[in-house]
C-alpha cells in the first residue's frame, strides 16, 4: 500500500517516459491511497495537455476512461481540519504549491504522521524533496 500523488497518475493515464517505471510499482500496489482532489488534479492535467495539443481529443477521452477505472478502486483521504493544518505547516517550511501542500498532508494523515518505512508515488520534484524530509521513501 502506498501514498500516490496525481503525478505519478498521469503516467498511468497517458504516454510518458515514466509510465513504464510506474506501472511497474501499480502492479504490485495492494492498495492505491489518494488525496481527495487527485482526480480533479489529473483532468485538470489532461486538459491543459488536450489545450497545448499535446493530447488529441481520443487521447484525452482514453486518458479520462483510464483515470475513472482508477479512481473506482482507489482510497482516499478525505478533507478535513487536520489535513488543511498539515497543509498550512507544509507550506511554512517547504516550497510547495497549495495543492502540493494538501497532497503531502494527506500522506501524512494517512500515514498517522508517522510515515517512516511507507512509501509516496510522486515524480513533481519539490513534492518528493518535501516527502523525503518529511520522512517517507519516495518512489520511484
Do not use: Y
Not at 489545450?51 to 481529443?57: D, K, P, V, W, Y
Not at 501524512?108 to 508517522?114: D, G
Amino acid at each position: 500500500m502506498r501514498f500516490w500523488d496525481s503525478s505519478a497518475i498521469i503516467p498511468l493515464c497517458v504516454k510518458e517516459k515514466t509510465s513504464e517505471a510506474i506501472r511497474r510499482l501499480i502492479n504490485i500496489d495492494e492498495e492505491i491511497i489518494v488525496w481527495w482532489a487527485t482526480k480533479i488534479e489529473c483532468l485538470s492535467a489532461l486538459a491543459r495537455r488536450r489545450r497545448e495539443e499535446i493530447l488529441g481529443t481520443d487521447a484525452e477521452m482514453k486518458a479520462k476512461a483510464i483515470l475513472s477505472t482508477l479512481a473506482e478502486v482507489w482510497s482516499e483521504v478525505e478533507p478535513s481540519e487536520m489535513v488543511r493544518q498539515r497543509a498550512e505547516r507544509l507550506l511554512s517550511v517547504h516550497p510547495l504549491k497549495s495543492a502540493d501542500s494538501f497532497q503531502l498532508a494527506a500522506a501524512l494523515i494517512w500515514a498517522q504522521e508517522r510515515p517512516q518505512n511507507l512509501e509516496i508515488v510522486c515524480l513533481d520534484q519539490n513534492l518528493r524533496e518535501a516527502a523525503h524530509k518529511e520522512g517517507f521513501k519516495v518512489l520511484p
